[in-house]
């Protein structure tokens, strides 16, 4: 593909004044975007601007708050007119163990990653939106993926941040507007705080940057609401995989003591779905296959109850929290019914003791977790179970959603989640024993129309309980996530009647009984999804993913040419890590990761001919006796007085060096040249031809070519192929020559490749002959037959020998091989100079059979510098060439 170009378009990166930021900022400038570099600090966002327009790029520095999203964008309108992409990704880092972490520093985490993201996608959208183009690149985390150590707070953030991304995604769709999750792994002053040097070094942030570039290009792969983990080359599409469940009979045989009966039919993940949407799951499927069971659920014994426990209900007061609360108080338990509404509260709370149960309200809002501990602690001694279930909905449209929408669901929702996990951490730790049920949803897992808000809380708190789960385990502290689909007060704003009545909360409750029992010795860190008396486990799935070599290069053109392999969950490689250190492992495999060097690899080279440049054709033998050696030599002009050429029995019988272009010429042939645009073989022009001799040519044997090509230039109108075969010995393997030939194709350029070429030093050397008189000038009548007799050496194009052809091509009678007029050329410096290790030639014009070739040469230290004319014409034919001199001489060499 041609590379891509990112020219007209306008970028917004966040916390671009280094790290991954600036990375991405360089390379967008550099493909030729308009780059708005915002970071708060002034000082680096300007550094980044400036290396930009000194490289003659545009960007302009935004210094504000990624929380005022309105300024960083209207930068971006007041600099260049419009904005067309954005990346969020400033962050921060306030790491710290969950029972030492402040309210301040899990607020200020969700505001810089969070609420930031939110802000500045907000007022970029109906920009986005008018234009029917947008693309949005969140950043998350393994952390947040997975959930990790001391970063409760980072992981919360993370994870919703890839649920926002689904949901944009599913809004965005209808006006081209596309949004991706990220999970990078790079080189950053956040990273520097938590990894070691030896493994930064490793963590380059130019091995994420082009992944983002081919994400957000107009022509870029549609991973709209996808997640991808990338780092040190590797990368990894994941996505999530639900086991098929367990179907439950919906009566009072449904228990905590029947869920634990079933619970590897639950867990189990033969023939598992992959959801991508919350309407890839039907509930009412669900209900009626439960419908269909006969027989009770079978019970495990000892049953599971709760007789001592405390357990905290938030948002008690009605539906699935109700249920919860009733089912505990009917096992034992003693029950916190947490609700803001008094009335509701208290109506459970009698109703419980009404049934001989014992209870207590704590009135407040979730958000108030001290409070609602301390009514446990007063009223009953302790507190052993959490389930955090209290919620509200702010339904919108993203363009429509206010500021207050977001943060009253993020609030209640997360906020108070965290506030009620802080509060009963120092007890569970205290006891060794605790169990935190968290409600996530499908929402926060598939994303949803219009609950943008919604769907990135109910994430976040998937990301939070991960964490608490692995800070949890050593005190015998468990943390899990339920998805419940059931009919509430709340899905009553979204949800049919006949739906709502269906989907009962009380076929919620016994998995949430099951996961909060110190019968539940092993689950921890998971998600279960349930509804309608199913329950089903998901979790997930990470493709095998696809290594870059680390020591070259990455460009977008590369990562499109390979999305296949890192997106493929069905080649055998796809695995389910379920912590941050599982996934970065096959990131750190591929540190080791390096290509052979190519030295003629080229990142400027769009990835066709990149591939081409791979895509060598097989070797090509060439077996050759003294009598073709003999052949050469007098094709390029050698006579019955040159017996050290002519004579196979002289004892000092060897090839003219020029014999190296016979060898190899089958083989340069049979290089494809398709992958240009409009190739045509017949617009092809021998341009240039360079041949250096590596060692002493054997006048007999068989000698192995091995043709690639190793640079293409886009001319504009025409383009530049430089080829290189290499010529060994079969038997020794010793390389004799390599030769490069530069062709022109006319009509096969402007593919967005190279524009100037490498220097290859004598290859490519100017050789301009100094403004003086020759050192030396040697006249030579080429022979009417001189094309004839060149070509059973082996280029036999018609072109040399039948008239017609020579027409065809402009030519007022057949031309002489242009390799036949460098031979002869070679042959007088020879003559003049003695053996040279190298040559290099530039064809400009055509020798017609029987015309004088007059080659003028300068001795310029090791080299000769020469020009050869048509007499007859005046016409230079051979230009910008030269020898290289050979010291010592080398002696011939025979087989």
Same mark, same amino acid.
């Given at each position: 593909?041609?590379?891509?170009?990112?020219?007209?378009?306008?970028?917004?990166?966040?916390?671009?004044?280094?790290?991954?930021?600036?990375?991405?900022?360089?390379?967008?400038?550099?493909?030729?975007?308009?780059?708005?570099?915002?970071? !708060?600090?002034?000082?680096?966002?300007?550094?980044?601007?400036?290396?930009?327009?000194?490289?003659?790029?545009?960007?302009?520095?935004?210094?504000?708050?990624?929380?005022?999203?309105?300024?960083?964008?209207?930068?971006?309108?007041?600099?260049?007119?419009?904005?067309?992409?954005?990346?969020?990704? *400033?962050?921060?880092?306030?790491?710290?163990?969950?029972?030492?972490?402040?309210?301040?520093?899990?607020?200020?985490?969700?505001?810089?990653?969070?609420?930031?993201?939110?802000?500045?996608?907000?007022?970029?959208?109906?920009?986005?939106?008018?234009?029917?183009?947008?693309?949005?690149?969140?950043?998350?985390?393994?952390?947040?993926? &997975?959930?990790?150590?001391?970063?409760?707070?980072?992981?919360?953030?993370?994870?919703?941040?890839?649920?926002?991304?689904?949901?944009?995604?599913?809004?965005?769709?209808?006006?081209?507007?596309? *949004?991706?999750?990220?999970?990078?792994?790079?080189?950053?002053? !956040?990273?520097?705080?938590?990894?070691?040097?030896?493994?930064?070094?490793?963590?380059?942030?130019?091995?994420?940057?082009?992944?983002?570039? *081919?994400?957000?290009?107009?022509?870029?792969?549609?991973?709209?609401?996808?997640?991808?983990?990338?780092?040190?080359?590797?990368?990894?599409?994941?996505?999530?995989?639900?086991?098929?469940?367990?179907?439950?009979?919906?009566?009072?045989? &449904?228990?905590?003591?029947?869920?634990?009966?079933?619970?590897?039919?639950?867990?189990?993940?033969?023939?598992?779905?992959?959801?991508?949407?919350?309407?890839?799951?039907?509930?009412?499927?669900? +209900?009626?296959?439960?419908?269909?069971?006969?027989?009770?659920?079978?019970?495990?014994?000892?049953?599971?109850?709760?007789?001592?426990?405390?357990?905290?209900?938030?948002?008690?007061?009605?539906?699935?929290?109700?249920?919860?609360?009733?089912?505990?108080?009917?096992?034992?338990?003693?029950?916190?019914?947490?609700?803001?509404?008094?009335?509701?509260?208290?109506?459970?709370?009698?109703?419980?003791?009404?049934?001989?149960?014992?209870?207590?309200?704590?009135?407040?809002?979730?958000?108030?977790?001290?409070?609602?501990?301390?009514?446990?602690?007063?009223?009953?001694?302790?507190?052993?179970?959490?389930?955090?279930?209290?919620?509200?909905?702010?339904?919108?449209?993203?363009?429509?959603?206010?500021?207050?929408?977001?943060?009253?669901?993020?609030?209640?929702?997360?906020?108070?989640?965290?506030?009620?996990?802080?509060?009963?951490?120092?007890?569970?730790?205290?006891?060794?024993?605790?169990?935190?049920?968290?409600?996530?949803?499908?929402?926060?897992?598939?994303?949803?129309?219009?609950?943008?808000?919604?769907?990135?809380?109910?994430?976040?708190?998937?990301?939070?309980?991960?964490?608490?789960?692995?800070?949890?385990?050593?005190?015998?502290?468990?943390?899990?996530?339920?998805?419940?689909?059931?009919?509430?007060?709340?899905?009553?704003?979204?949800?049919?009647?006949?739906?709502?009545?269906?989907?009962?909360?009380?076929?919620?409750?016994?998995?949430?009984? &099951?996961?909060?029992?110190?019968?539940?010795?092993?689950?921890?860190?998971?998600?279960?999804?349930?509804?309608?008396?199913?329950?089903?486990?998901?979790?997930?799935?990470?493709?095998?993913?696809?290594?870059?070599?680390?020591?070259?290069?990455?460009?977008?053109?590369?990562?499109?040419?390979?999305?296949?392999?890192? =997106?493929?969950?069905?080649?055998?490689?796809?695995?389910?890590?379920?912590?941050?250190?599982?996934?970065?492992?096959?990131?750190?495999?591929?540190?080791?990761?390096?290509?052979?060097?190519?030295?003629?690899?080229?990142?400027?080279?769009?990835?066709?001919?990149?591939?081409?440049?791979?895509?060598?054709?097989?070797?090509?033998?060439?077996?050759?006796?003294?009598?073709?050696?003999?052949?050469?030599?007098?094709?390029?002009?050698?006579?019955?007085?040159?017996?050290?050429?002519?004579?196979?029995?002289?004892?000092?019988?060897?090839?003219?060096? =020029?014999?190296?272009?016979?060898?190899?010429?089958?083989?340069?042939?049979?290089?494809?040249?398709?992958?240009?645009?409009?190739?045509?073989?017949?617009?092809?022009?021998?341009?240039?031809?360079?041949?250096?001799?590596?060692?002493?040519?054997?006048?007999?044997?068989?000698?192995?070519?091995?043709?690639?090509?190793?640079?293409?230039?886009?001319?504009?109108?025409?383009?530049?192929?430089? =080829?290189?075969?290499?010529?060994?010995?079969?038997?020794?393997?010793?390389?004799?020559?390599?030769?490069?030939?530069?062709?022109?194709?006319?009509?096969?350029?402007?593919?967005?490749?190279?524009?100037?070429?490498?220097?290859?030093?004598?290859?490519?050397?100017?050789?301009?002959?100094?403004?003086?008189?020759?050192?030396?000038?040697?006249?030579?009548?080429?022979?009417?037959?001189?094309?004839?007799?060149?070509?059973?050496?082996?280029?036999?194009?018609?072109?040399?020998?039948?008239?017609?052809?020579?027409?065809?091509?402009?030519?007022?009678?057949?031309?002489?091989?242009?390799? +036949?007029?460098?031979?002869?050329?070679?042959?007088?410096?020879? !003559?003049?100079?003695?053996?040279?290790?190298?040559?290099?030639?530039?064809?400009?014009?055509?020798?017609?059979?029987?015309?004088?070739?007059?080659?003028? !040469?300068?001795?310029?230290?090791?080299?000769?510098?020469?020009?050869?004319?048509?007499?007859?014409?005046?016409?230079?034919?051979? *230009?910008?060439?030269?020898?290289?001199?050979?010291?010592?001489?080398?002696?011939?060499?025979?087989?």
């Amino acid at each position: 593909m041609s590379q891509l170009s990112f020219k007209g378009l306008t970028v917004v990166v966040t916390g671009a004044g280094g790290g991954l930021g600036k990375a991405y900022s360089l390379l967008f400038a550099e493909r030729g975007a308009n780059v708005i570099v915002n970071d !708060m600090n002034k000082a680096a966002a300007q550094a980044v601007v400036d290396q930009i327009t000194n490289a003659g790029g545009k960007a302009a520095v935004n210094a504000s708050n990624v929380v005022d999203g309105e300024a960083v964008i209207r930068t971006a309108l007041e600099a260049f007119g419009g904005v067309h992409i954005l990346i969020n990704n *400033a962050g921060i880092l306030r790491d710290r163990s969950f029972k030492n972490m402040s309210d301040q520093e899990w607020d200020l985490i969700q505001l810089v990653h969070l609420k930031g993201a939110f802000a500045c996608t907000k007022a970029a959208w109906p920009h986005f939106k008018k234009q029917k183009f947008g693309r949005i690149i969140n950043t998350a985390s393994a952390a947040g993926l &997975y959930g990790n150590m001391g970063q409760a707070n980072y992981s919360a953030a993370k994870m919703g941040l890839v649920a926002f991304s689904k949901t944009l995604a599913r809004e965005g769709e209808a006006n081209n507007i596309r *949004a991706t999750a990220i999970a990078p792994m790079a080189a950053s002053k !956040m990273t520097e705080t938590i990894m070691p040097p030896e493994i930064l070094a490793h963590l380059k942030p130019e091995f994420v940057a082009p992944f983002v570039a *081919a994400l957000t290009h107009p022509d870029g792969p549609d991973a709209s609401g996808k997640v991808y983990e990338v780092g040190a080359g590797f990368i990894a599409e994941i996505r999530w995989e639900r086991s098929n469940g367990h179907v439950f009979k919906p009566d009072e045989s &449904y228990t905590p003591s029947a869920v634990k009966e079933a619970w590897e039919k639950i867990t189990d993940f033969t023939d598992p779905e992959h959801p991508e949407l919350v309407t890839d799951f039907d509930p009412y499927d669900k +209900c009626e296959a439960a419908k269909e069971i006969k027989e009770p659920n079978p019970q495990s014994n000892p049953p599971v109850r709760f007789d001592g426990k405390t357990v905290i209900v938030t948002g008690a007061g009605g539906g699935l929290g109700r249920a919860y609360a009733l089912m505990y108080a009917r096992l034992g338990a003693n029950v916190v019914i947490n609700d803001f509404n008094a009335k509701a509260a208290g109506a459970v709370v009698d109703e419980i003791k009404q049934a001989g149960g014992k209870a207590a309200a704590a009135v407040c809002s979730a958000e108030d977790g001290d409070a609602i501990v301390k009514v446990a602690m007063d009223t009953f001694g302790g507190v052993h179970v959490l389930v955090a279930n209290a919620g509200i909905l702010r339904d919108k449209s993203f363009g429509s959603m206010s500021e207050k929408d977001w943060d009253d669901v993020i609030a209640v929702h997360l906020r108070g989640t965290y506030k009620c996990c802080k509060a009963v951490w120092p007890i569970f730790v205290k006891q060794k024993f605790g169990r935190i049920v968290n409600t996530c949803s499908q929402v926060g897992l598939y994303g949803n129309f219009g609950q943008a808000n919604y769907s990135a809380a109910k994430a976040g708190i998937l990301g939070l309980t991960r964490t608490l789960s692995a800070e949890g385990q050593k005190n015998n502290i468990f943390a899990n996530c339920i998805v419940p689909v059931a009919g509430t007060n709340m899905t009553k704003t979204v949800w049919d009647k006949e739906m709502v009545e269906a989907i009962k909360p009380d076929h919620v409750a016994p998995v949430v009984g &099951y996961l909060s029992s110190d019968a539940n010795e092993e689950t921890t860190g998971c998600i279960f999804e349930v509804t309608a008396g199913w329950a089903g486990q998901t979790r997930w799935q990470r493709a095998g993913g696809h290594g870059f070599p680390v020591n070259t290069p990455l460009t977008p053109e590369a990562i499109i040419a390979k999305w296949d392999a890192f =997106t493929d969950f069905d080649d055998g490689r796809a695995t389910n890590p379920v912590a941050a250190s599982e996934a970065f492992q096959q990131i750190m495999e591929n540190f080791s990761n390096e290509a052979a060097v190519d030295p003629y690899a080229d990142p400027e080279d769009p990835e066709e001919i990149a591939a081409a440049k791979r895509d060598a054709p097989e070797p090509v033998n060439y077996e050759y006796s003294e009598r073709d050696v003999a052949l050469y030599n007098v094709g390029v002009g050698a006579t019955e007085n040159d017996l050290q050429w002519t004579y196979e029995g002289h004892e000092d019988f060897a090839a003219i060096p =020029t014999f190296g272009v016979i060898p190899q010429f089958t083989a340069s042939s049979s290089v494809n040249f398709d992958f240009l645009p409009n190739f045509n073989p017949a617009m092809l022009l021998h341009g240039e031809q360079y041949l250096a001799i590596k060692g002493p040519i054997p006048t007999s044997g068989i000698l192995v070519n091995k043709p690639r090509i190793i640079e293409v230039l886009d001319k504009g109108k025409s383009a530049s192929i430089t =080829t290189l075969v290499e010529t060994s010995e079969k038997d020794s393997g010793r390389v004799i020559f390599e030769s490069m030939s530069t062709v022109v194709v006319r009509g096969s350029g402007g593919f967005g490749g190279k524009k100037k070429g490498s220097d290859r030093g004598p290859a490519t050397a100017a050789n301009d002959p100094p403004k003086r008189q020759p050192d030396a000038i040697v006249e030579e009548k080429t022979l009417p037959q001189q094309a004839a007799l060149y070509r059973l050496s082996g280029d036999i194009n018609p072109l040399h020998i039948v008239p017609e052809f020579a027409a065809m091509g402009g030519f007022e009678k057949p031309i002489l091989h242009g390799l +036949c007029s460098m031979g002869i050329s070679a042959k007088h410096i020879l !003559m003049k100079f003695g053996d040279f290790q190298d040559i290099k030639v530039r064809f400009t014009g055509v020798v017609y059979p029987g015309e004088t070739l007059v080659t003028l !040469m300068w001795k310029e230290g090791n080299k000769v510098l020469f020009v050869t004319k048509v007499k007859e014409r005046d016409s230079v034919v051979l *230009a910008a060439a030269g020898v290289t001199l050979r010291e010592p001489a080398t002696a011939k060499a025979k087989l």
